[in-house]
């Protein structure tokens, strides 16, 4: 690394036009990994840019290549910068800055040369060289996003004052991002103990028309601040234009038990209280919930409904505190709500193992309740309770006998799963399916049904009672529709190949094909067929003027003619600012504005069009994604399969083209299963996390990420690596193509692996290969990791379909 970084030393003092300054060591040793070939990540030192003040002597036998032309290099390196590789995109703007001095090729290669070194977290360097850009005066785009990256160096470096000297020059060329520059000017303003100015700052864009979840962020820091000053009738009046403003419920909920105590300070005990039974009502799960009732259980200025505080306690599991909050609540309970105290008062007992304590208070429920609902249930929780006592035959009888007694009652089906699960339990496989099969045909709408009927169809595949297992499979693909028939028709025709009936079961197969062509049982119709078609469209392949007339032609078919006032994305104020954001590397608040601009155009057909299409004009796919998907299941029928090529390819898209293919190829795997992987994962959304932390494309885990850069020998990595490109497609890549070995070569074995790990995967497969990956698919016990590789399987066979993967 040390010839690049001497070689960027001295562009900053080109830049400059001053002696070269110390440029400080790294923050971290490794930036996002070059293209296949640079060797950075085996330590050898990558060369030098192409352009230096004094140019190494040529051997007199040697004729150096020619140069790239400026816009070519510039080009290159708007493509690294975009994949998080950025030590090789400045080694591209190094050089064309220096091939094209004085032109707008070199001034925007200057500019982007001098933000790589914010890229890449080189705080002091960035300032420097950023610093010197915009010392010519200029007023232009370049300029203004030159002091963002000088405000956020110096923020980052921690001169606050100088961040919101930075700040307001950013600010005073009012560009669309300008309000996130406001709140992070306001965070600056705080750590410099500007209360006053901050709560203005954060205020402002609280009230701006930015992104709803980032006005609610403003919100709240502004509240924050008001209190820190002591002003909670500021705070308060802000809380309520908050909760004005708040619409996810479980947001919702923790807002107004976490800002119940500003109305309570202020002697509006009526208010913090109906905040507070809103909140827990809402949400009585959250941690919030928990500690308010803690605090409040014995405030006699706000009284909680013992009935309530009970109902927090159960949902945190704190059983002796559920007992005396019930206790409480029976004190003051009418008859309707007596019964139903008392049931869940047992069902506390069962909870601490006193199976004789609950069993008594459900007969008193039982008792007390008659036929109401609550009676109904409790007879359900009293079945349930002799069971989990030790009575598992007794428990099945009464199940069964519910479900005879009470056809009718939408909780029959569900005691007739749980004959079956205890059926299992006792090792019965026999019975347990035969009850799965009673149950599906006696509700065959109820979805749990369905899927009863399914698994015990899939017993008696499995046991060899082929014949008895298509006949279930073909009852079930009568009796429902959609992706139920569709999965129970892709088995009968296993079945009926299983018992030797191929003209029947390659038909059905041809069938399934040509009625849902793109779905997962199409994909292993075609892999038992041997039909493994392979697509004619080139990966680099525009998408044609009559691509998009067709599209057009088609959304007319259904839609009708577009309306006169159609908006132009480009003059959405949302998009505008996502579009900013996105030139500031700023990719979470990014998406919050094309989410906006999503939401605005959720059922408008000609609208989403629109925007599907501005956004893969500008490169987001993942946005372009979205709005076709949504655009696709408007319209009649809602098959992705059948829309016209165009919006095919904003669904299918194939952005970071040689990322992919370059990381593919380094560990061996099929680069059209590498796209369906990323489009499952992420969207191809570089900026994507999870609920559970899996970060970037190919959301890897951080723990799992540290685990591969330690395989591949990289040093210095961090868990914001990962949303760079080029680092987390490899990452993936590595991780699948190991997964792949480990499971023989299977994929539906290796996307277990991937999704669900390695340690599962080994136990739905049993510890031995994969020899029927339908079966192993459909026996994995979690229904997330089920669906992702059904999901991905199909979407491999779509990406084969489309495009042509020549010599990949």
């Known amino acids: 690394m040390r010839c690049l970084w001497c070689a960027l030393a001295l562009a900053v003092s080109l830049i400059a036009c001053a002696p070269e300054a110390p440029i400080p060591a790294p923050e971290t ?6 293209a296949p070939g640079v060797a950075q990540l085996d330590s050898t030192p990558p060369p030098s840019p192409d352009a230096t003040s004094v140019p190494a002597p040529s051997s007199p036998d040697t004729t150096p290549p020619p140069a790239a032309p400026p816009d070519e290099l510039l080009a290159r390196g ?47 360097s960035a300032v420097e060289a950023l610093t010197a850009f915009v010392a010519d005066g200029a007023q232009d785009e370049l300029a203004a996003r030159a002091w963002f990256w000088i405000a956020r160096s110096h923020e980052e470096a921690g001169s606050h004052a100088a961040a919101v000297a930075a700040y307001e020059q950013y600010r005073a060329f009012a560009t669309p991002a300008a309000p996130y520059a406001r709140m992070r000017q306001a965070a600056q303003e705080g750590a410099l103990g500007r209360l006053e100015d901050a709560a203005t700052g954060y205020e402002t864009v609280a009230r701006s028309e930015i992104a709803r979840g980032q006005r609610a962020m403003a919100y709240e820091a502004a509240i924050r601040t008001r209190r820190d000053l002591g002003q909670n009738d500021a705070a308060l009046q802000l809380a309520v234009e908050l909760l004005d ?48 009732v803690d605090r409040l259980r014995t405030d006699p200025e706000i009284a909680l409904p013992s009935e309530l505080v009970a109902r927090v306690y159960e949902a945190h599991g704190r059983w002796p505190d559920v007992l005396t909050a019930l206790d409480a609540a029976l004190t003051t309970a009418d008859e309707t709500q007596h019964a139903d105290l008392l049931r869940r008062r047992a069902l506390a007992l069962r909870e601490l193992g006193n199976f004789a304590a609950a069993l008594e208070g459900l007969d008193a429920a039982i008792a007390a309740a008659g036929e109401s609902d609550a009676g109904i249930q409790a007879r359900l929780d009293r079945i349930q309770t002799v069971g989990q006592s030790g009575a598992t035959e007794a428990a099945i009888q009464g199940y069964r006998d519910f479900a005879a007694a009470l ?10 799963r749980r004959a079956a699960i205890l059926l299992d339990r006792l090792g019965n496989a026999d019975a347990a399916a035969q009850q799965r099969l009673d149950l599906g045909r006696r509700y065959p709408t ?34 429902t529709s959609g992706s139920v028939a569709l999965r129970a028709r892709y088995w009968a025709a296993r079945a009926a190949l299983a018992a030797g009936d191929t003209g029947a079961g390659y038909a059905a197969l041809e069938q399934i094909i040509a009625t849902a062509p793109d779905s997962y049982p199409a994909a292993r119709a075609r892999a038992i067929l041997n039909r ?57 608040e990014a998406m919050a504005e094309w989410s906006t601009a999503l939401a605005a155009r959720n059922d408008d057909p000609y609208a989403l069009y629109l925007l599907g299409r501005y956004a893969h004009e500008h490169g987001i796919a993942s946005v372009a994604l979205r709005a076709a998907n949504r ?109 792949l070995t480990a499971m023989n070569g299977s994929l539906e074995g290796a996307l277990a692996a991937y999704n669900g790990g390695p340690g599962n995967a080994r136990r739905w497969s049993g510890g031995a290969p994969i020899t029927d990956p339908d079966l192993f698919t459909e026996r994995i016990d979690f229904a997330e990791t089920r669906n992702y590789v059904k999901s991905v399987i199909a979407q491999y066979d779509v990406y084969r379909r489309l495009y042509r993967w020549d010599g990949e």
């Open 78 to 124: 708007m493509e690294r910068r975009a994949a998080g590789d950025y030590d090789a995109a400045a080694e591209a703007f190094f050089a064309a800055m220096n091939a094209a001095p004085g032109t707008p090729v070199g001034r925007a290669a200057r500019f982007y040369l001098a933000e790589s070194f914010a890229l890449r977290e080189r705080w002091t």
């Open 631 to 739: 655009l696709v299941r408007l319209a009649p029928g809602g098959d992705p399969a059948s829309a016209p090529l165009a919006l095919r390819r904003l669904l299918y898209p194939v952005p970071f083209t040689p990322v992919v293919l370059g990381r593919a190829r380094e560990f061996g795997v099929d680069p059209a299963f590498m796209f369906a992987l990323l489009r499952q994962e992420s969207a191809f959304d570089p900026a994507a996390t999870s609920w559970a932390g899996a970060r970037g494309l190919a959301q890897v885990m951080p723990a799992t990420g540290q685990g591969i850069a330690q395989a591949l020998g990289v040093t210095g990595f961090r868990e914001i690596d990962l949303y760079r490109p080029d680092l987390s497609v490899r990452f993936g890549a590595f991780y699948i193509s190991r997964q």
């Open 407 to 416: 056809p009718e009652d939408p909780r029959a089906p569900e005691a007739l």
């Open 245 to 292: 403003l708040a619409q996810q419920p479980e947001y919702r909920a923790r807002l107004l038990i976490e800002l119940a105590d500003l109305p309570r300070v202020q002697g509006d005990l009526a208010t913090a209280r109906a905040w507070l039974i809103e909140g827990l009502e809402r949400a009585p799960g959250l941690p919030a919930a928990l500690a308010a």
């Open 446 to 479: 109820a979805p749990l049904a369905q899927d009863a009927w399914f698994a015990g169809g899939l017993y008696l595949f499995a046991s060899g009672q082929t014949a008895q297992a298509r006949q279930a499979w073909e009852e079930l693909a009568a009796a």
């Open 532 to 588: 493994q078609e392979t697509g004619a469209l080139p990966l680099d392949a525009p998408i044609s003027a009559d691509d998009w007339r067709s599209a057009e032609e088609w959304l007319a078919s259904w839609a009708g003619a577009p309306p006169q006032d159609l908006p132009d994305p480009a003059g959405d104020p949302a998009v505008q600012r996502a579009l900013d954001l996105d030139a500031l590397n700023l990719r979470v």
């Open 29 to 34: 040793s490794i930036p996002a990994p070059l």
